[in-house]
């Protein structure tokens, strides 16, 4: 009954529009598999997209993933169940645990590949627990092919498993069965991105960019504790709920090595070098998803420190199972009930902006402008202010992750909870679409880096050691320029100089200047840093002065 239960939160819980990143790219991939164009998302989880593309009385790419997704919470509830039931006998209710979490209340049947690798996973941990070499080889190879981020685990698992095997020839069984295996989804996305030489240098450039922003940019000003806690609890909930769940789980763990079972053992080392691994180098904003393949040991363990008292931890499986989904439920009724601030502001630009304007995207934003508007010519910010900033003709509009603050636009908002910025990416809470008339746009020449934003509608570019600009000859006088220093700056002020005139900006404040209207404007800040060698825990390595806020014509 609880495990039906734990089926029905999520069931209730159902998107009803598209809503993260990696949503839209999966369902442009279902359209056209086209991994080069991220279509889907590296590294191309080629079954996942196999499977959606099945059931073929889906009229659209995010009912069938969102199908595929509800089917695979279903089959992994009961697969996770009998596996833990098979690693210790008292542990079947871990399921509800793991599947009542926030991170899978939140994961569970959005369009995403996670919860298909989960439920693989599960008949996987099933098979290394039950010994049978096919299995093993045949369930950890899907998984792979599902979602191939999960080899991390996998791969141990699967190599703890083998080395269990009775003899040699059910080692080796199971090691020929798994390369077949993963040959046979392998080869199909080695031929989808062009051949052999194009798909490791796809790869390559894949693995760059992982080791220069998730391994470290985006780690920027955080301490390996607020990480690790991003890692660790979060996916588990607030403090009053992953605290306890935890310590229960380190119960377990001395329960397990007293004991010595040896079934624990394959689980546990996919879940402890998963752990370390995401620890080491993944992105925290992305935690609580990415710590899914590790959640199944923790729930494990909790269960296992029930051993002498089952009734007890069934008890407190499903007090936790209620205070998670309290917990989550404003999240998960804001996305069941209305359409996700991405696709209504989508819906707003289809409705209201003319088919001659350029869409200027959010880079956050690019997949959803891709996905949902496809009939307008859209544009990274600084590309079609590049090649539209001067045609005052052609009007121009930002799709923009967050608030707009004071630009004229729209905005489109999901609540702002505790359980949407813990448990998120914290992107599309909030959506805008902002008008940009001619007389507030631009173009880069040189040292001015791209916009950044934050929810509450805050944005600003900031300006390297020396900036120029190109403004649109619309007739002005004269240019009004916002600059700003943020509270963290590591400087007290800083004299910028702008033709013949200049301004001094101050820590934790703007400062405001007019000057003569000119084709080019150049900034001479007097002083500049670079963040990663003024904070030991920043990552940025870029030259920088002050913050360009805002720029008009007048």
């Known amino acids: 009954m609880a495990a039906l239960v734990t089926a029905a939160l999520h069931l209730s819980s159902i998107p009803r529009t598209i809503w993260e990143y990696d949503e839209c790219f999966f369902a442009l991939g279902v359209e056209r ?57 008292d ?79 059910d080692r080796i069984v199971a090691v020929v069965t798994f390369g077949v295996a993963c040959l046979a989804w392998l080869v199909p996305l080695v031929i989808a991105t062009g051949g052999p030489a194009s798909f490791w240098k796809w790869m390559s450039g894949q693995a760059s960019y992982y080791a220069a922003h998730d391994a470290n940019l985006s780690r920027s000003e955080q301490s ?22 935890l310590a229960l789980a380190a119960a377990g763990a001395v329960i397990v090595f007293l004991r010595r079972n040896a079934k624990v053992i394959p689980l546990a080392a996919g879940a402890i070098i998963y752990l370390t691994f995401a620890l080491a180098t993944m992105d925290p904003a992305d935690a609580v998803r990415y710590m899914i393949p590790a959640l199944p040991f923790v729930a494990l363990l909790v269960a296992i420190a029930f051993t002498r008292v089952p009734v007890v931890g069934v008890i407190v499986a499903v007090a936790y199972a209620l205070g998670s989904y309290w917990y989550a439920m404003p999240v998960l009724r804001a996305r069941a009930t209305s359409d996700s601030p991405p696709f209504v502001a989508a819906q707003w630009i289809r409705a209201n902006v ?78 805008s679409v902002v008008t940009l008339p001619p007389s507030q746009r631009f173009r880069v020449i040189e040292g001015v880096f791209a916009p950044e934003r934050t929810r509450d509608g805050e944005s600003w570019r900031w300006i390297g050691e020396r900036g120029t600009i190109e403004l649109p000859d619309l007739g002005a006088n004269r240019v009004r320029i916002v600059l700003r220093a943020p509270p963290e700056y590591p400087l007290e002020e800083n004299r910028v100089h702008i033709g013949a005139q200049s301004v001094i900006v101050r820590r934790s404040s703007s400062a405001e200047i007019v000057v003569p209207f000119g084709r080019r404007i150049t900034f001479r800040p007097e002083r500049s840093f670079v963040p ?17 806020v805002k720029i008009e014509q007048m």
């Open 224 to 245: 390996f504790a607020q990480i690790a806690l991003r890692f660790v609890a979060h996916p588990w909930g607030p403090k009053w709920l992953s605290i306890p769940l």
């Open 91 to 169: 542990a079947g209710f871990a399921a509800i645990l793991l599947y009542a979490c926030p991170a899978l209340l939140i994961s569970g049947v959005l369009p995403q590949s996670d919860t298909g690798a989960l439920a693989l996973f599960g008949l996987a941990a099933l098979a290394c627990a039950r010994g049978n070499p096919y299995a093993i080889a045949i369930a950890c190879a899907a998984t792979v092919g599902w979602r191939p981020q999960f080899a991390i685990a996998v791969v141990p698992m699967f190599a703890v498993a083998v080395l269990q095997l009775r003899t040699w020839r």
């Open 532 to 548: 990663a060698k003024v904070s030991a825990k920043n990552r940025d390595q870029r030259t920088l002065s002050v913050m360009l």
């Open 354 to 431: 003319p088919r001659n304007a350029i869409v200027l995207y959010d880079l956050p934003l690019r997949p959803h402008a891709d996905f949902l508007l496809r009939e307008w010519k859209r544009m990274r910010i600084d590309e079609g202010m590049a090649a539209y900033g001067g045609r005052a003709d052609v009007p121009m509009v930002l799709y923009a992750d967050g608030e707009r603050a004071e630009a004229e636009g729209v905005t489109f908002r999901w609540p702002d909870t505790d359980a949407y910025r813990k448990l998120t990416r914290q992107h599309y809470g909030a959506v």
């Open 33 to 89: 598999f086209q991994p080069l164009l991220h279509h889907p998302p590296p590294p191309g989880v080629p079954l996942y997209i196999a499977f959606a593309k099945l059931p073929a009385f889906f009229t659209d790419p995010f009912h069938a993933l969102v199908a595929t997704s509800v089917l695979a919470t279903l089959v992994g509830l009961i697969a996770w169940f009998l596996a833990f039931r098979e690693i210790h006998a």
